[in-house]
């Protein structure tokens, strides 16, 4: 299936938490401002309900997305409020993929965490964790997976501070 | 990082004996020993770290700790132009860089929806196939060598050299190339080129078998990687592993022939190569041989894509019309290519400036090692090396 | 042959004056015998590190030391002793000191003892031996306690797994090693290596234990000391005390410099002397061709009693000492290149398959190998003689 037979799957089984979609398009000859959007499609999920989501991506016979492919974060810019989660599934029946975002607070970035339903979730979501400061609720081993356990500060988010030094060696 | 020790009572009871009238209490406590399995080690592969802990031989838990090797690959991403970054992506999977600078310029040229030339096509494909070899030549040798077959990796190092020395000739650097460039290629061949590679096709293809028979079905080399380790099919699936872990686990799926990329699908169609997917031979299937025998079919394979390239070779120009200072247009795009190891994905998000907003790399060695930790438990310290080196894990892409 | 001496307690007999009481010659001839034994060893450790070594490159298609001293390298061990001596005396903090030190020591002692065993020629030998392989295999079981005590010694996790699979391994391999030499002794009658050289002498030196019309059980004999010898000598493929690639060096992990030099000196002169036994009473010891047309032209004793009764050297008797000293040597060194292009070709087994291996399959079929030689010796003995 192409992408907008999934989004149409999608919304015919009532999947959890799907808000929309978002597909590749020109820019509006009119403004000039408006460039439009170039890559993949992907579908917009309400982060709450992201594993009830992924549940369903998985269990449906049509969609049957049997792998978890990538689960990471995105800070699109300093001055916006959201950090992007995006997730990559793959369907090995149905050689398809399906690209997820879901959109987070940066004040406040909790979600349940997906590791019930993808095993391979469980180190990506460490180490979106340590990389942007989400906290993944549930989540059966939260530890740094590639920082040091007392590393200060979410280095992949854009108002990331470099630390002067650490354990007395310099950071310039 | 976990830094605690503690000391499990395993079969900790007081015994209670009576002998007349006296009661004697026998307090037998053993203790299950905590070993760390690097992060200097001959077999880890890299720097990793396993804390392993034992009873005796068997190992009762294991606890993989990476960023040993953390360069921070992906916060340079965001501060450097497109085609500066390229350079990184040779140094996470250092030992097939070709796959993965084809893997970082197709993610940026799916975003840009341009058309690479057919002769760009051609030659990127063969550069990824014999960077294949070469990338399985050393897993399959470390892996003798962890085992104790200290010869078949010599042997095999030789041909290395020889797929190295083509690649010198073809873009200077032996290990880390910068040669799929975003649009194309870097330079064209060198006159001759192909046809060295046309006899280096030959030279391997004669060679293989003595590999085969060296190690891959000595009695011995089969008792310690037969039935060991096996991961079924649906904890591949679950754990997201992908490439020769998931065939060798008789899954069959291959990017390369399912969600086509390049000229693949058009190899494919003409029956130039197949898949190979274990199916349990000496064992189970989803053992370490069946992982190692997957390896040596897919040299074999590479070989014959090669040669399909080589005889199809034409004419033209080998790097598309760019700009010198790349503005990527505005959009993200995921681009999953085949890598030696499994699937290595670039996610890239633009915003239309010279420098990406997000360059995420889905490497398949972070996936894949993230399986030891229920693997290797139940098997004996000798054969978590062997597990290990099954994985053929990289840390540099493990720890990016 | 004399009995209750050697060769060089009759030339100091010979040479001292009357005044010197025995004892004293007697006390020199050992001190020379253990300063030419350790002699033996040391030279022999050097020659097998370059050997090995050049084998190794072969067997992998490179040339191995070419530079050390001109031709192929042959002073590399030289040049590698002279570093290993210069290195720093290095005993880790939280090791036990006085067993860390005294690890490798023991492990020299017990083979250089085993050693004394070993016949240079027929004539010339460090001590009678009527207890000759026993001893052998009893002393050269002794460094099982040193490497033990090394790996403890050390005070690491990795070295304490290579002591312990190094112990259940030789504990594993005694029997089928004893197992498989009674077949040959059996035949030979006698524990003395110069003896079971000696009766190996028929047919112009070619009727050696293992050929097929002394005893069919003769070669499965063999073999299975080959096997046996191997894992007790620590080479692959049952090099797990020191697996290289899973526990660093096993045992040997925390040793540096000298200290570890004597341990690498144990395992050539381990595999030496095994592959000395081997040859004495698989393939014929002293004899050979070669050596049966040196005892034709010549004497064969160095020290001959004249009707009189005094010692006399006799000179004519040097070539044919030579030539079987020679021989006896060749062959060694044959066995210990064998074990060495085992090593480079086989990988390397799991502990539990090295004790699965040991005591489920080569002890009953050493049982057999006994048992089958002895009744062939029993047939052979009621209806030839």
């Given at each position: 299936m192409d992408f907008q037979g999934i989004h149409d799957r999608l919304r015919a089984i009532g999947a959890p938490g799907l808000v929309g979609a978002d597909e590749p398009r020109q820019g509006d000859p009119k403004d000039k401002k408006d460039k439009g959007r170039a890559g993949d499609p992907f579908v917009l999920v309400d982060p709450q309900r992201l594993t009830d989501f992924l549940r369903v991506c998985r269990d449906d016979e049509r969609l049957c997305f049997e792998m978890l492919v990538d689960l990471t974060a995105t800070d699109p810019a300093k001055d916006q409020a959201h950090l992007w989660v995006n997730v990559q599934l793959l369907s090995l029946r149905h050689r398809q993929r399906l690209a997820i975002k879901c959109l987070l607070e940066k004040a406040a970035p909790r979600l349940p965490t997906t590791v019930p339903v993808y095993r391979a979730s469980q180190w990506h979501e460490r180490e979106c964790a340590e990389m942007f400061g989400i906290t993944f609720e549930g989540h059966p081993d939260p530890r740094n997976v590639l920082l040091p356990a007392d590393w200060v500060g979410h280095p992949l988010r854009k108002d990331y501070q470099y630390p002067k030094e650490y354990h007395g060696i310099s950071c310039e | 990082m976990s830094d605690t020790h503690t000391a499990s009572g395993l079969g900790g009871d007081a015994r209670v004996l009576r002998s007349g009238e006296r009661e004697f209490t026998l307090d037998v406590r053993t203790q299950d020993m905590e070993i760390n399995f690097g992060p200097q080690h001959p077999a880890t592969h890299g720097v990793m770290r396993i804390l392993i802990r034992a009873d005796g031989e068997l190992v009762t838990g294991a606890q993989p700790h990476l960023g040993y090797l953390h360069r921070c690959a992906e916060k340079i991403g965001e501060s450097v132009e497109w085609l500066q970054y390229l350079p990184y992506t040779d140094r996470y999977d250092y030992l097939a860089a070709m796959n993965n600078n084809l893997g970082y310029s197709m993610a940026v040229e799916a975003v840009m929806g341009i058309a690479i030339p057919r002769r760009a096509e051609l030659i990127r494909i063969i550069c990824a196939e014999l960077n294949r070899i070469g990338s399985h030549l050393i897993a399959v040798g470390t892996y003798g060598m962890d085992i104790g077959a200290f010869t078949p990796f010599l042997y095999m190092f030789r041909e290395r050299e020889w797929m190295m020395a083509l690649f010198e000739k073809i873009c200077g650097?032996?290990?880390?190339?910068?040669?799929?460039?975003?649009?194309?290629?870097?330079?064209?061949?060198?006159?001759?080129?192909?046809?060295?590679?046309?006899?280096?096709?030959?030279?391997?293809?004669?060679?293989?078998?003595?590999?085969?028979?060296?190690?891959?079905?000595?009695?011995?080399?089969?008792?310690?990687?037969?039935?060991?380790?096996?991961?079924?099919?649906?904890?591949?699936?679950?754990?997201?592993?992908?490439?020769?872990?998931?065939?060798?686990?008789?899954?069959?799926?291959?990017?390369?022939?399912?969600?086509?990329?390049?000229?693949?699908?058009?190899?494919?169609?003409?029956?130039?190569?197949?898949?190979?997917?274990?199916?349990?031979?000496?064992?189970?299937?989803?053992?370490?041989?069946?992982?190692?025998?997957?390896?040596?079919?897919?040299?074999?394979?590479?070989?014959?894509?090669?040669?399909?390239?080589?005889?199809?070779?034409?004419?033209?120009?080998?790097?598309?019309?760019?700009?010198?200072?790349?503005?990527?247009?505005?959009?993200?795009?995921?681009?999953?290519?085949?890598?030696?190891?499994?699937?290595?994905?670039?996610?890239?998000?633009?915003?239309?400036?010279?420098?990406?907003?997000?360059?995420?790399?889905?490497?398949?060695?972070?996936?894949?090692?993230?399986?030891?930790?229920?693997?290797?438990?139940?098997?004996?310290?000798a054969d978590a090396v062997a597990i290990i080196g099954s994985t053929d894990i990289v840390m540099g892409e493990t720890d990016r | 042959m004399q009995s209750g001496s050697n060769a060089f307690l009759e030339a100091l007999r010979a040479i001292a004056p009357a005044a010197v009481p025995d004892w004293v010659l007697m006390v020199t001839a050992a001190v020379i015998g253990?300063?030419?034994?350790?002699?033996?060893?040391?030279?022999?450790?050097?020659?097998?590190?370059?050997?090995?070594?050049?084998?190794?490159?072969?067997?992998?298609?490179?040339?191995?030391?070419?530079?050390?001293?001109?031709?192929?390298?042959?002073?590399?061990?030289?040049?590698?002793?002279?570093?290993?001596?210069?290195?720093?005396?290095?005993?880790?903090?939280?090791?036990?000191?006085?067993?860390?030190?005294?690890?490798?020591?023991?492990?020299?002692?017990?083979?250089?003892?085993?050693?004394?065993?070993?016949?240079?020629?027929?004539?010339?030998?460090?001590?009678?031996?009527?207890?000759?392989?026993?001893?052998?295999?009893?002393?050269?079981?002794?460094?099982?306690?040193?490497?033990?005590?090394?790996?403890?010694?050390?005070?690491?996790?990795?070295?304490?797994?290579?002591?312990?699979?190094?112990?259940?391994?030789?504990?594993?391999?005694?029997?089928?090693?004893?197992?498989?030499?009674?077949?040959?002794?059996?035949?030979?009658?006698?524990?003395?290596?110069?003896?079971?050289?000696?009766?190996?002498?028929?047919?112009?030196?070619?009727?050696?234990?293992?050929?097929?019309?002394?005893?069919?059980?003769?070669?499965?004999?063999?073999?299975l000391f080959l096997v046996a010898a191997l894992a007790e000598t620590k080479r692959a493929p049952f090099d797990l005390p020191e697996a290289e690639s899973e526990l660093v060096a096993g045992f040997m992990t925390e040793y540096s410099g000298i200290r570890w030099s004597f341990f690498f000196m144990e395992e050539y002169a381990a595999m030496f002397l095994m592959s000395a036994v081997g040859a004495v009473f698989f393939l014929?010891?002293?004899?050979?061709?070669?050596?049966?047309?040196?005892?034709?032209?010549?004497?064969?004793?160095?020290?001959?009693?004249?009707?009189?009764?005094?010692?006399?050297?006799?000179?004519?008797?040097?070539?044919?000492?030579?030539?079987?000293?020679?021989?006896?040597?060749?062959?060694?060194?044959?066995?210990?290149?064998?074990?060495?292009?085992?090593?480079?070709?086989?990988?390397?087994?799991?502990?539990?398959?090295?004790?699965?291996?040991?005591?489920?399959?080569?002890?009953?079929?050493?049982?057999?190998?006994?048992?089958?030689?002895?009744?062939?010796?029993?047939?052979?003995?009621?209806?030839?003689?």
């Amino acid at each position: 299936m192409d992408f907008q037979g999934i989004h149409d799957r999608l919304r015919a089984i009532g999947a959890p938490g799907l808000v929309g979609a978002d597909e590749p398009r020109q820019g509006d000859p009119k403004d000039k401002k408006d460039k439009g959007r170039a890559g993949d499609p992907f579908v917009l999920v309400d982060p709450q309900r992201l594993t009830d989501f992924l549940r369903v991506c998985r269990d449906d016979e049509r969609l049957c997305f049997e792998m978890l492919v990538d689960l990471t974060a995105t800070d699109p810019a300093k001055d916006q409020a959201h950090l992007w989660v995006n997730v990559q599934l793959l369907s090995l029946r149905h050689r398809q993929r399906l690209a997820i975002k879901c959109l987070l607070e940066k004040a406040a970035p909790r979600l349940p965490t997906t590791v019930p339903v993808y095993r391979a979730s469980q180190w990506h979501e460490r180490e979106c964790a340590e990389m942007f400061g989400i906290t993944f609720e549930g989540h059966p081993d939260p530890r740094n997976v590639l920082l040091p356990a007392d590393w200060v500060g979410h280095p992949l988010r854009k108002d990331y501070q470099y630390p002067k030094e650490y354990h007395g060696i310099s950071c310039e | 990082m976990s830094d605690t020790h503690t000391a499990s009572g395993l079969g900790g009871d007081a015994r209670v004996l009576r002998s007349g009238e006296r009661e004697f209490t026998l307090d037998v406590r053993t203790q299950d020993m905590e070993i760390n399995f690097g992060p200097q080690h001959p077999a880890t592969h890299g720097v990793m770290r396993i804390l392993i802990r034992a009873d005796g031989e068997l190992v009762t838990g294991a606890q993989p700790h990476l960023g040993y090797l953390h360069r921070c690959a992906e916060k340079i991403g965001e501060s450097v132009e497109w085609l500066q970054y390229l350079p990184y992506t040779d140094r996470y999977d250092y030992l097939a860089a070709m796959n993965n600078n084809l893997g970082y310029s197709m993610a940026v040229e799916a975003v840009m929806g341009i058309a690479i030339p057919r002769r760009a096509e051609l030659i990127r494909i063969i550069c990824a196939e014999l960077n294949r070899i070469g990338s399985h030549l050393i897993a399959v040798g470390t892996y003798g060598m962890d085992i104790g077959a200290f010869t078949p990796f010599l042997y095999m190092f030789r041909e290395r050299e020889w797929m190295m020395a083509l690649f010198e000739k073809i873009c200077g650097a032996r290990l880390t190339y910068s040669y799929i460039r975003i649009g194309g290629l870097f330079n064209d061949a060198p006159p001759g080129w192909f046809e060295e590679v046309a006899l280096f096709c030959d030279t391997f293809e004669a060679k293989w078998p003595e590999y085969y028979d060296l190690l891959i079905v000595n009695k011995i080399f089969v008792k310690r990687t037969a039935n060991v380790g096996v991961i079924p099919g649906r904890v591949c699936l679950d754990f997201g592993l992908t490439g020769p872990i998931l065939r060798g686990s008789g899954v069959d799926w291959d990017l390369r022939r399912d969600m086509p990329y390049s000229l693949y699908g058009e190899i494919w169609r003409d029956g130039a190569f197949q898949v190979p997917v274990a199916r349990g031979e000496m064992g189970t299937v989803g053992d370490c041989w069946d992982r190692t025998w997957v390896r040596m079919r897919e040299m074999q394979e590479s070989i014959r894509i090669v040669r399909w390239c080589l005889a199809h070779i034409e004419e033209g120009p080998v790097m598309a019309e760019i700009p010198k200072i790349l503005k990527v247009p505005k959009g993200e795009a995921y681009v999953g290519i085949e890598n030696p190891r499994g699937e290595l994905g670039h996610y890239v998000v633009s915003d239309g400036e010279k420098m990406a907003v997000r360059v995420r790399v889905r490497g398949p060695s972070f996936c894949n090692v993230a399986v030891l930790e229920d693997v290797l438990p139940g098997a004996l310290v000798a054969d978590a090396v062997a597990i290990i080196g099954s994985t053929d894990i990289v840390m540099g892409e493990t720890d990016r | 042959m004399q009995s209750g001496s050697n060769a060089f307690l009759e030339a100091l007999r010979a040479i001292a004056p009357a005044a010197v009481p025995d004892w004293v010659l007697m006390v020199t001839a050992a001190v020379i015998g253990f300063a030419i034994a350790l002699g033996l060893i040391s030279v022999a450790a050097l020659f097998f590190v370059w050997l090995e070594r050049k084998v190794a490159g072969h067997i992998q298609c490179r040339y191995g030391p070419m530079y050390a001293g001109g031709w192929h390298g042959w002073a590399q061990s030289l040049a590698d002793g002279v570093k290993l001596m210069l290195k720093e005396d290095l005993v880790p903090r939280d090791a036990d000191r006085a067993l860390f030190i005294f690890a490798p020591g023991l492990v020299l002692a017990a083979i250089l003892g085993a050693m004394a065993a070993y016949p240079l020629a027929p004539a010339v030998f460090f001590g009678q031996f009527s207890l000759g392989v026993f001893f052998i295999v009893a002393m050269s079981s002794m460094t099982t306690i040193g490497v033990v005590m090394a790996g403890w010694a050390s005070n690491s996790k990795w070295t304490t797994y290579g002591a312990m699979r190094e112990a259940a391994q030789v504990v594993a391999y005694e029997i089928p090693l004893g197992l498989s030499l009674l077949v040959p002794v059996m035949a030979a009658g006698t524990l003395d290596l110069r003896a079971a050289s000696a009766m190996q002498s028929g047919l112009w030196g070619m009727d050696w234990l293992i050929m097929p019309w002394n005893n069919p059980f003769m070669l499965p004999a063999g073999v299975l000391f080959l096997v046996a010898a191997l894992a007790e000598t620590k080479r692959a493929p049952f090099d797990l005390p020191e697996a290289e690639s899973e526990l660093v060096a096993g045992f040997m992990t925390e040793y540096s410099g000298i200290r570890w030099s004597f341990f690498f000196m144990e395992e050539y002169a381990a595999m030496f002397l095994m592959s000395a036994v081997g040859a004495v009473f698989f393939l014929g010891g002293f004899e050979s061709p070669l050596t049966h047309l040196a005892a034709q032209i010549g004497g064969t004793e160095l020290f001959v009693r004249d009707a009189a009764g005094t010692l006399a050297f006799d000179a004519s008797a040097i070539p044919y000492q030579i030539v079987a000293g020679l021989t006896l040597l060749a062959k060694t060194v044959f066995g210990v290149f064998l074990m060495m292009w085992l090593r480079w070709t086989l990988p390397r087994v799991r502990i539990d398959q090295v004790m699965t291996m040991g005591y489920k399959y080569l002890t009953p079929l050493a049982l057999l190998c006994v048992v089958g030689a002895a009744a062939w010796e029993a047939i052979k003995h009621a209806l030839w003689s």
